[in-house]
């Protein structure tokens, strides 16, 4: 009977488990193991770059495209990474992205000057942009439609959110006891034994024939590549100083706006279109692309907002900080597991109403956070919620989005969901961030002149003390911050209402697909800037 089943899944899934290899479960090992290191790559990094600063003598601004690079490679490469493996075949791009990325974590980890760590860093987005779509359609040819796809699906998507509390821990980890070289150094071992391990656990998809469509992937690219780059410059610093109306800020979104445009115009044109304009006509695939884009906004706006106020606010250290996230991990693997069962009783619909409610109402409860609380009466609760109703979102929205894809377009399809997450970060990060450091530098302005009208009435100069001007610097904060968090709830309530209105897919939809292909949340998109002292 088993040896019955596993012609069943081959046919069922062509180029998926390599021919009379192992399991699909080792299949799926490999392709969660390879995703954990691209998204926990993002978060361990962060954690050492005042480290980095200060051996590389980086100035704050140029600190940031430690993280710009990798985002702005990866993010432009996208579309183009997903289409090759359509046609050249994924495993192979899997392997190579594999490759590609390891080689420059290594590289990256020797640096001995600024230029050869963010030319390594962009190399590693590259890479990252070639692993992502690949192994996202691997899992489709692997598992069959239906509550195996919706399990596997489920892990893989854990696997990617979980990654960035593990990054978090690691890289505390690594840089306190041994070197910040080693945060990059770590990828080495583990894209080395997962390329060696993709060739006996996955087969290859055929090649197709066909130019790739050069107009579109240069428009594309450079089109997603300087939205992230104006998005990621615009935000307000948190001086309060606001960088919207910045020449190159400006220069950036007007060039995004044109490129993007003119890709628009090629893809219908195009015999053999990076983006098919197909994958678009249906309703329910558009709408969960829209709502996958809200949930890259407020998650990853969470995640940033959250660390720098546990640290910045209660003075947890980076380790503590990734601890603290264990809860939230947890919340995220239950709910995960918990869609493969409901998804095939109730449908997917009113689990994305129930993800999208669930966090609007944790990022609610989490926008009431002050300097004055606790991490168990303002943190813990709100984020088990949040990781619960993200979980919901990611995994069913994939489902929904990838639905009945023709195997041929299975890897343009996955990264057009990771390019829309890693412009919704990059959004969430710009617009949160301006809200945040807005309110943070009027609440410290407001303090201030409340303390010299105090004093003026009594006479005397104001000299307030260290202790004060922290209290008023941790006060400022928490306010920014939950403002921020405020905002974010309203991006999921927005999600809501896509989900509401655009999404009609039935369950019958679902469990009737032919070749659905799930995506779940790609490397880190738009990387977290920590603010750094020049």
Do not use: C
């Not at 107009?215 to 610093?237: D, Q, R």
Request: hydrophobic content about 55%; proline content about 5%; glycine content about 12%.
């Amino acid at each position: 009977m088993s040896e019955t089943r596993s012609k069943t899944l081959r046919v069922a899934a062509p180029g998926g488990v390599a021919d009379g290899g192992p399991r699909p479960g080792l299949a799926l090992l490999v392709l969660a193991t390879a995703q954990l290191m691209v998204v926990l790559d993002a978060t361990i990094v962060n954690v050492a770059l005042p480290h980095i600063q200060r051996a590389l003598g980086f100035s704050g601004s140029g600190l940031e495209w430690v993280v710009n690079a990798y985002a702005l490679a990866f993010g432009g490469l996208l579309l183009l990474g997903g289409r090759a493996g359509d046609r050249l075949g994924r495993r192979k791009m899997f392997i190579a992205g594999l490759l590609l990325f390891s080689a420059a974590s290594l590289a990256g980890g020797f640096a001995t000057s600024q230029a050869f760590l963010l030319t390594a860093r962009a190399i590693q987005g590259a890479g990252g942009a070639l692993v992502a779509p690949a192994a996202l359609a691997l899992i489709t040819t692997t598992f069959p439609e239906g509550p195996p796809r919706t399990r596997a699906l489920g892990v893989y998507a854990a696997m990617s959110i979980a990654g960035g509390a593990i990054g978090l821990i690691g890289g505390g980890l690594l840089t306190t006891y041994a070197s910040w070289r080693w945060v990059l150094f770590v990828n080495v071992p583990i894209g080395a034994a997962v390329a060696l391990a993709a060739p006996r656990v996955l087969a290859e998809t055929p090649r197709r024939r066909g130019r790739f469509d050069l107009p579109g992937a240069l428009t594309g690219s450079a089109g997603v590549a300087a939205l992230v780059y104006g998005l990621v410059s615009a935000a307000t610093s948190p001086n309060g100083v606001s960088h919207w109306g910045d020449a190159k800020v400006v220069a950036s979104l007007a060039a995004a706006a044109v490129l993007l445009a003119a890709f628009a115009v090629i893809e219908t044109r195009s015999p053999q279109a990076l983006l098919p304009v197909r994958l678009l006509r249906d309703r329910n695939r558009t709408g969960a692309y829209l709502s996958y884009g809200g949930v890259g906004i407020f998650i990853f706006g969470m995640f940033f907002f959250l660390t720098v106020f546990m640290q910045a606010v209660w003075g947890y250290s980076a380790l503590k900080t990734g601890v603290a996230y264990l809860p939230f991990t947890a919340a995220l693997l239950v709910a995960s597991g918990a869609v493969a069962q409901l998804v095939s009783r109730i449908g997917a619909r009113p689990l994305l109403l129930a993800g999208s409610a669930a966090a609007a109402g944790g990022l609610f409860w989490l926008s009431r956070i002050s300097e004055h609380d606790t991490y168990t009466s303002a943190v813990l609760g709100p984020t088990m919620v949040i990781g619960a109703g993200t979980a919901l979102l990611f995994v069913t929205l994939s489902l929904v989005a990838l639905n009945r894809v023709p195997e041929a377009d299975a890897g343009v399809a996955s990264s057009v969901l990771n390019t829309g997450q890693q412009v919704g970060g990059s959004v969430g990060l710009a617009v949160l961030g301006t809200v945040a450091w807005t309110v943070v530098a009027n609440s410290i302005h407001a303090q201030a002149a409340h303390a010299a009208a105090v004093a003026a009435r009594a006479g005397h100069p104001v000299h307030p003390s260290a202790a004060l001007l922290a209290a008023a610097y941790h006060h400022a904060l928490a306010t920014g911050f939950a403002r921020a968090f405020l905002v974010a709830a309203g991006i999921a309530l927005l999600t809501l209402a896509i989900n509401i209105a655009v999404i009609r897919v039935r369950r019958a939809d679902l469990a009737g697909a032919q070749q659905p292909v799930p995506a779940v949340p790609p490397t880190e998109p738009a990387q977290p800037r920590w603010p750094q002292k020049t």
